[in-house]
């Protein structure tokens, strides 16, 4: 007993560390597998879309994870959105038509951010017509 309060005074209470964060699979994705990263399986990766581009945000769940202020965002291509700055889920899209220079410009804002911060794991592959 004695001893075990010395190691204890000694070494401290060692905090659980936290589990690992899923990992997203490097490789092309299709729209329909996206949506299956939106945060509703916690044992998967959020991913979102950009531009073609697919970034791993899991690291940023506190934001893009259910309840988090861009979480509606996981699991889809936010191209449009961003470029428009809106949360309306018709913009959820990949289509960059009518877009003027400003939206085109804070798009690369978004895009240079997404670079800087997540790992980009693939490119979202075409829908079919």
């Not at 309306?88 to 951010?113: H, Q, S, V």
């Amino acid at each position: 007993m004695v001893v075990k309060r010395l190691l204890s005074k000694l070494f401290g209470h060692r905090k659980a560390q936290p589990a690992p964060l899923p990992q997203a699979e490097e490789r092309d994705y299709s729209l329909e597998e996206l949506a299956t990263f939106d945060g509703s399986d916690p044992d998967k990766p959020l991913l979102i879309a950009v531009r073609g581009h697919v970034y791993d945000v899991t690291r940023g769940k506190d934001f893009y994870g259910p309840g988090g202020p861009y979480g509606m965002f996981a699991g889809k291509d936010c191209t449009r959105a961003l470029a428009k700055v809106s949360f309306d889920a018709d913009l959820f899209t990949g289509d960059l038509e009518g877009l003027d220079r400003d939206e085109l410009d804070k798009l690369e804002e978004w895009i240079e951010m997404f670079e800087g911060k997540y790992r980009n794991v693939g490119r979202l592959l075409a829908s079919p017509r």
